[in-house]
């Protein structure tokens, strides 16, 4: 079956602008988590959606959003660029969050490389 | 919060070589995974293992919850393996979870 989808595959953009990617699950799969790596933090959780709800949330300023459809593809945003911005973002899909007891093996996508000038 | 501790940071291998990786993590967890990054970025997945041990191919996995610590075992390592590995675990506090990742083993294998 289909992995995780992520898209585009890379990004450059300017200091100021807005960005939104994308992630489709695989088939089934209903929680959607987003997180940044960067040579300096490392990964970093971003935020957690299943079910169409963010239930969980990292440590990042409000420029950071996301969203899940019904058919639970997730999008993020980034608004009002900065150069720190620039980084790997990466999706992450399993059936159930993280802290359930069962099916909550992550899978991951390809990644989206943004690039901010 | 938990702090999950990867060692060694850096590992430079022979092909053919054995290594063993470890992740040390300093509160009970609800899961673990290990995974490696391509050179591409891409996360793979070697085993969703919060306790007890796995075993595909030339990889395996131990973890010790008790002890809170698991070891990744390489065998016959070859070029392809290098690249990084994390491990992550999942855990519970005041009522939410977090998810966090390991620093990560950067590994080398020279033909």
């Known amino acids: 079956k289909a992995g995780v989808t992520q898209t585009p595959r890379y990004l450059i953009k300017t200091r100021g602008q807005q960005v939104t990617l994308s992630c489709s699950p695989i088939?089934?799969?209903?929680?959607v988590s987003w997180y940044q790596q960067t040579p300096g933090q490392g990964l970093q959780f971003l935020f957690e959606?299943?079910?169409?709800?963010?239930?969980n949330k990292g440590n990042f300023p409000g420029r950071f959003s996301g969203r899940q459809f019904s058919n639970s593809r997730s999008e993020m945003n980034v608004s009002t660029l900065e150069l720190g911005d620039s980084a790997l973002y990466l999706c992450?899909?399993?059936?159930?969050?993280?802290?359930?007891?069962?099916?909550?093996?992550?899978?991951f996508g390809q990644g989206t490389r943004l690039t901010v000038v | 919060g938990i702090q999950v501790e990867q060692s060694p940071p850096d590992l430079i291998l022979q092909e053919g070589a054995n290594s063993t990786l470890r992740c040390n993590f300093s509160?009970?967890?609800?899961?673990l995974q290990w995974f490696h990054q391509n050179p591409w970025g891409q996360l793979i997945n070697l085993f969703y293992i919060p306790s007890g041990t796995k075993q595909n191919g030339r990889l395996s996995a131990t973890t010790v919850a008790t002890e809170r610590y698991s070891l990744l075992y390489i065998s016959s390592s070859q070029t392809t393996d290098s690249g990084v590995y994390f491990c992550a675990v999942s855990y519970t506090t005041s009522g939410t979870y977090k998810y966090i990742f390991g620093t990560g083993t950067r590994l080398k294998v020279l033909a």
């Open positions: 959606y299943f079910s169409e709800t963010q239930r």
């Open positions: 088939s089934g799969h209903r929680s």
């Open positions: 992450a899909s399993s059936r159930n969050p993280p802290h359930r007891g069962q099916d909550t093996e992550a899978f």
């Open positions: 509160d009970s967890v609800n899961n």
